[in-house]
């Protein structure tokens, strides 16, 4: 079994990841219903402990509630995008999708800490949302990045909150920074990699 796992969920098929550690489990952004992320943790014996969201918009919220219900996993979120929830982008009813379910939540900012026992480094990535965070665990050589960084493009940044030039910024100060061959596993679509990104991304050309 592969430490990490991807179950694309909801509307929007937003990438949600399962890790695993020793028997203990973690999962990024459930942006569905997390059925098939309970029967594989259930399959393979993992304990889901931790539940993160990298930001808060809607797509990447869907399963917060029914996984924490069933796992009494803590929900943390990233402080700066607390603010969001106040609106369509973070409560859902935003284009005609649907409302995400209430769920308590415990913030969590920039900095080392460690999840199931895994280093993680815990980056502010904003501009695509105020407070957007990216989780880099060394010892996976991955980073979780949500919707700021994917294969050949990046996120964007015409919602409340989101701006251009702080998340090329962002990207260049925080992800590319990390070793080359760190695997980027982002909000939708395929994963990609920090040297991929630095050389084939076209909005990295300079």
């Known amino acids: ?13 937003t990438n949600c990841y399962l890790l695993a550690n020793q028997g203990q489990a973690l999962v990024v952004d459930p942006g569905g219903a997390p059925d098939p992320v309970l029967r ?3 399959s393979n014996n993992l304990q889901i402990r931790e539940i993160l969201n990298t930001h ?3 797509d990447h919220l869907y399963g917060n ?6 796992t009494k ?8 995008d607390v603010p969001l929830l106040a609106s369509g982008l973070g409560s859902g009813n935003y284009m005609g999708l649907p409302k995400v379910d209430s769920y308590e939540y415990e913030t ?28 880099y665990f060394p010892d996976l050589n991955a980073v979780f ?3 700021v960084l994917f294969a050949g493009s990046i996120g964007r940044t015409d919602f409340f909150g989101g701006d251009m030039e702080t998340l090329l910024n962002a990207v260049r100060s925080q992800l590319f920074t990390l070793p080359q061959e760190t695997i980027v596993y982002p909000g939708h679509g ?11 991304n076209p909005y990295f050309e300079d």
């Not at 509630?65 to 069933?70: G, K, T, V």
């Not at 996993?73 to 700066?80: D, L």
């Open 145 to 147: 990045v949500g919707d």
């Open 1 to 13: 079994m592969s430490a990490i796992q991807t179950f694309p969920l909801g509307p929007l098929q």
């Open 190 to 200: 395929p994963a990609t990699t920090v040297r991929e990104e630095q050389l084939t």
């Open 73 to 80: 996993a803590p929900i943390r979120v990233p402080e700066k």
């Open 65 to 70: 509630q029914a996984l924490h219900l069933a």
């Open 40 to 42: 594989f943790a259930s």
């Open 56 to 58: 808060l918009h809607f």
């Open 108 to 135: 969590i900012s920039a900095g080392d800490t460690e999840f199931i026992g895994l280093q993680c480094r815990v980056l502010h990535t904003p501009g695509h949302s105020p407070g957007s965070l990216s989780y």
